[in-house]
């Protein structure tokens, strides 16, 4: 099975009736890494770079694991560098992976629809064979990215960025039904595999987290 989608199967199970996953995106971030690690997975963290007594300074990160219910780490050289940005969350073994992870909740200052922040990122992830996005939506703003929004809040898109999210993201009541759903899109000429997820987290509200990398992602391999 596709690792990130056997994280996604856990992550959906594991945060199922967390109220505050789509709030802040550090959180979700940390919830991300914590269900990695629990999965056997070791993440590199960045650290200050090393002095080279022969000129420059060498790369370093702190890797994590968990072993035996507690936190390790370790200081070493870093082993994956991004040319450009940052990453959130960044896979060393059983394989490398750099992951997206955004929130879009249906509250606070992240309430904006916002397409095209979020459309870069899917391009990112198009443009990388290591790189992979995680995203998870309050049921309000997944509405405004599957063409169902009730609102206009937000800046108003660019139609290509848009468009994309309309024609690929399911509609709510599907996924719903279906409780996961996977599905395909091209980008950039690029084909990439998605799939959803559908959390009933309180009697009242709901989200959808979504996960995506190339059809020709480096983890397939």
Not at 91 to 113: H, N, R, W, Y
Not at 194 to 205: G, L, N, T, V
Request: proline share 4%.
């Amino acid at each position: 099975m596709n690792p990130l989608f056997e994280f996604g199967n856990a992550l959906a199970a594991e945060t199922i009736n967390d109220q505050f996953l789509a709030i802040s995106e550090g959180y979700f971030r940390v919830s991300c890494i914590k269900l990695g690690l629990r999965m056997g997975w070791i993440v590199q963290e960045g650290a200050q770079n090393q002095h080279n007594p022969k000129g420059g300074r060498t790369p370093r990160a702190d890797y994590l694991s968990w072993h035996d219910g507690h936190l390790h780490w370790e200081r070493g050289e870093r082993v994956v560098s991004i040319a450009e940005g940052s990453c959130d969350m960044v896979i060393v073994k059983p394989f490398q992976m750099m992951i997206e992870c955004k929130t879009k909740p249906d509250i606070g200052t992240k309430s904006l629809v916002q397409f095209d922040s979020i459309f870069e990122d899917v391009r990112r992830v198009a443009g990388n064979r290591e790189c992979a996005f995680l995203f998870v939506f309050d049921e309000g703003l997944y509405r405004s990215f599957s063409d169902e929004k009730e609102d206009n809040r937000g800046r108003k898109p660019s139609p290509a960025a848009a468009r994309w999210f309309y024609n690929c993201f399911p509609k709510l009541g599907t996924l719903m039904a279906e409780g996961s759903i996977a599905f395909h899109a091209l980008v950039d000429d690029v084909d990439i595999d998605m799939q959803s997820w559908f959390q009933r987290h309180s009697p009242h509200h709901s989200r959808v987290i979504c996960a995506g990398g190339r059809s020709d992602a480096s983890w397939l391999q």
